[in-house]
């Protein structure tokens, strides 16, 4: 004996049919006790909210300070404590202290990067063209030695810096730079070294 499956009209059998590519949509309470309990969403929460504490709110605020007008600059200003004002943006930008305050350390500032970037390429294309296409005395040894950098902290660079540059004008004891007979000289856009 043979049974047939039951005839359903076809109105029936359209509104029975999810449609197709769409997932059911389930309540929002679901949805939030679900993330809640994902350990990713926690720890992505709490670094949205170290990150906002410690970057954005800082960042935000030195913005706001720099259009309003400080206790110590009324007088200046002829305005009142916190009242809207652009003269922090005019003595940082066109001021007579502008160069000294702004200009010249942006141009030290490009003329270190321009110069570190054309070196590094310089050195490194170098090094690594020999590393790859030649085969060098100590090819080995140089491959590992040119990741050293890449392992030490940045506060090893700075000490070295610190080693290398300090003066007496800065205080202490002078660096090897000073030692050796160099000293950097201030105030100018390039900040070159000359001989004493």
């Known amino acids: 004996m043979t049974t047939t499956p039951p005839v359903r009209s076809p109105e029936a ?5 999810r449609p197709t590519g769409r997932r059911p949509r389930t309540p929002l309470s679901h949805r939030l006790r679900l993330y809640a309990r994902n350990p990713v969403v926690a720890i992505g929460v709490v670094a949205l909210v170290l990150f906002t504490y410690l970057i ?4 935000v605020s030195l913005l ?9 600059d009324t007088a200046i200003t002829q305005q009142e404590e916190g009242a809207p004002t652009s003269y922090y943006l005019w003595r940082v930008l066109v001021s007579p202290q502008a160069v000294s305050i702004f200009w010249e350390p942006l141009a ?16 490194g294309g170098s ?22 950098p890449y392992m ?16 007496r004008t800065t205080g ?25």
Do not use: Y
């Open 64 to 72: 706001v300070d720099a259009f309003v007008v400080h206790r110590q």
């Open 108 to 123: 030290n500032t490009l003329l270190i990067a321009v110069s570190a970037i054309i070196l590094a390429l310089v050195i």
């Open 13 to 17: 059998a359209r509104k029975s049919r």
């Open 127 to 148: 090094a690594a063209w020999l590393l790859v296409r030649t085969n060098m005395w100590g090819r080995k040894w140089f491959s590992t030695a040119l990741i050293v």
């Open 56 to 59: 954005a709110a800082p960042i």
């Open 152 to 167: 030490l902290p940045a506060w090893t660079f700075a000490l070295a810096w610190v080693t290398l540059f300090k003066n």
């Open 172 to 196: 202490g004891q002078a660096g090897w730079m000073e030692n050796l007979g160099l000293a950097i000289r201030t105030g100018s856009p390039t900040a070159a070294c000359r001989s004493f």
